[in-house]
């Protein structure tokens, strides 16, 4: 059964990327870019500019470029099936953690998930589906070793496999500390007979997933712990207005969608607030009592800490400091996704203890199951996926940048300066036939700096082209503007109602310009 639901996971997802064109975003053309070099014969352990963020995806999906080819298509296939692995594997947490029923419920809930799990789930973002499945497998194998109905050498294994994936998950991203924190306390609390037998296995495992971090750092000063344990902010003086943001902005997103995607009314969205965290407390009271095997107690132990764990390590993390920009953009949402390893258990758990509490209550059990699959399906028929797999940060993405590659084919130009939300994009679309560059945010705003040869190859070209994003009918720019203060000859070009292309005539230094080439959107 939970084979069938994954399946049909996987078609839900498919409809969604076919109905979107398979469009993607400047950080997902980025990890297509890192493809690229990999089949070019470079070994990257991390994503450049972020020595935290491991490379697995792009080396998951070379194989699939070096089959089909590099296109949009086969840059989404792996996160692709990621999800139907985050399916399948919610469905043996939620077996694991209770029993059969609530595993079939689980990975049913966990197919036909909110909108924004779904979009955010199958994004080509480097970590984001791997941690979620890797967090799972996690949970998983700490439950068989914190089972004590199973045999030892069972549980011994289970140790062993613990430290491995844990070691490749501590490589991926930090986020699977959500995951980490609950597991070592319940370890600690009731799985101490195993750890002593077996310690150095699990140690020896865990540093065999993680080799590729230690060997990077070895080589580079501590990179990644420099960064990660750099001021991230005033997180203790930012700490209550960030929980704010966690209850009041990423819950009701987190079980719906973006709210300017406009999917759910307030009423919905808060019916399904009510039953997914419902099931959360659920996973409280269960960890001490309910009408389930009291050999898995210890298992549903550890998901109730996951639920508990989740704000404090979330606020002192210090990246939640990032959800109160100015902007008012989505900037932590994808952090905090990884609740959605115990939000279907506990939706799932509550429908079935209702009706193990009182028969009666199977109807509404039932109302209250297939409400949110319903209202979670509403939000995929009504969700624009143009729109939704837009950047977050870059929302005015143009559909296609065919009528600008063909403009800059036509005029022979190969270096473009370009808005960051485009440049990648424009790259992989080009396979780097046309490099492309955004000054501004390396220069101005100090931005990440993803492949630093690019920029210095644009800045000796002979010919370039500045590229903006605009809105349909928007004229006398400051991006224009400031051409003409210049006093370099050039052309200015429309090549599409969103897209600007300025062309000089001579030398210019994008330093003159200033904010003029300064983010619009």
């Known amino acids: 059964m939970i084979l069938l639901l994954i399946l049909a996971g996987l078609a839900l997802r498919l409809a969604l990327l076919i109905h979107a064109g398979w469009r993607y975003d400047y950080d997902e053309g980025m990890v297509g870019l890192q493809v690229l070099h990999i089949l070019d014969g470079a070994r990257p352990v991390f994503h450049p500019g972020q020595p935290y963020l491991a490379a697995l995806e792009s080396y998951l999906i070379a194989p699939v470029f070096w089959l089909f080819g590099a296109n949009a298509v086969t840059l989404k296939l792996i996160p692709w099936l990621l999800s139907g692995v985050y399916v399948g594997t919610t469905g043996w947490l939620g077996w694991r953690a209770f029993d059969r029923q609530v595993g079939v419920l689980s990975a049913l809930l966990a197919a036909f998930a909110p909108a ?22 996690s949970l998983i194998c700490a439950s068989y070793v914190l ?20 070691g490749v998950a501590f490589w991926v991203s930090w986020l699977i500390a959500f995951f980490a924190a609950p597991i070592l306390l319940v370890l600690l609390w ?92 659920g996973l409280l009271i269960w960890a001490r009592r309910g009408p389930w095997q009291a050999a898995r ?52 758990a509550l429908c079935v203890g209702l009706v193990r509490w009182r028969a009666w ?37 143009p559909p ?26 424009l790259m992989f679309e080009t396979q780097e036939r046309i ?17 630093p040869d690019v920029p210095l190859q644009i800045q000796a070209a002979e ?27 050039h052309a200015v070009v429309r090549v599409a109602p969103d897209l600007l292309v300025i062309v000089p005539f001579a030398p210019i230094d994008p330093a003159v310009l200033g904010d003029g080439l300064g983010y619009q959107f």
Not at 321 to 334: I, K, S
Request: proline letters at 4%; hydrophobic letters at 50%; one cysteine or more.
């Open 116 to 137: 924004y799990l779904l979009v955010i789930g199958i994004k080509t973002w480097g970590a984001t589906a791997e941690t979620l499945v890797l967090g799972n497998l």
């Open 147 to 166: 089972d004590g109905t199973q045999p030892l050498c069972t549980r011994q294994r289970a140790a062993v496999a613990l430290g491995f994936v844990s």
């Open 190 to 281: 009731h799985g101490r007979d195993v750890l002593r037998r077996r310690w150095w296995a699990m140690a020896l495992a865990f540093l065999a997933g993680s080799a590729p971090l230690w060997g990077y750092n070895l080589a580079h000063d501590f990179a990644t712990f420099r960064h990660l344990f750099s001021d991230q902010g005033d997180t203790w003086g930012n700490a209550w207005a960030v929980l704010d943001h966690l209850n009041y902005d990423l819950a009701p997103r987190l079980v719906s969608g973006d709210p300017a995607w406009q999917l759910l009314s307030w009423d919905a969205i808060w019916w399904l607030q009510i039953v997914y965290e419902g099931g959360l407390i």
């Open 297 to 348: 107690r210890t298992t549903r132990v550890m998901l109730a800490l996951f639920a508990l764990c989740l704000p404090p390590v979330y606020v002192l993390s210090g990246y939640g400091n990032h959800a109160l920009n100015e902007f008012g953009f989505d900037a932590t949402g994808r952090y905090v996704l990884m609740v959605h390893a115990v939000l279907p258990v506990g939706a799932a």
């Open 361 to 397: 209550l199977k109807y509404p059990a039932a109302a209250i199951l297939s409400s949110v699959i319903s209202l979670n399906l509403l939000g995929a028929v009504r969700l624009n996926p143009t729109q939704g797999f837009v950047s977050p940060y870059y929302t005015r993405q």
């Open 400 to 425: 296609t940048l065919d009528p600008l590659i063909d403009f800059l084919d036509e005029q022979g130009i190969r270096h473009v300066w370009a808005d960051v939300g485009v440049a990648h994009v």
């Open 435 to 451: 490099l492309a560059a955004d000054w501004y945010d390396i220069y101005g705003a100090k931005g990440i700096v993803r492949f």
């Open 463 to 489: 010919r370039v082209a500045f590229v903006e994003v605009i809105l349909p009918g928007q004229a006398n720019t400051r991006f224009e503007q400031a051409f003409r203060a210049s006093g370099v000859p």
